[in-house]
């Protein structure tokens, strides 16, 4: 695994966390729940799904946890410009 591919799973690791103490994981498997049963079960699809949620999901992801991601990176890039 080259170093990008282990800072991008550090970044990931760390958004990951950071949603699920949030409370934001808990918060989508209730939309899902909701798209489920707001239409027939047997005709629900992954993708339909996933079109449905997503918007709403990324709506849901707290603007700390955004900043803090986001400073992680601009931190990161920086501290690689200086070397």
Known sequence: MGKISLIITKFKELLRRRLIECGWRDQVRMLCRDV?????????????????????????????????????????????KDQ
């Open 36 to 80: 489920v049963k707001e239409n027939d079960t047997t005709n629900v699809t992954f993708d339909m799904l996933v079109t449905k949620v997503t918007p709403r999901a990324r709506a849901l992801v707290p603007d700390t946890v955004k900043k803090e991601l986001l400073q992680k990176i601009k931190t990161h890039l920086l501290t690689q």
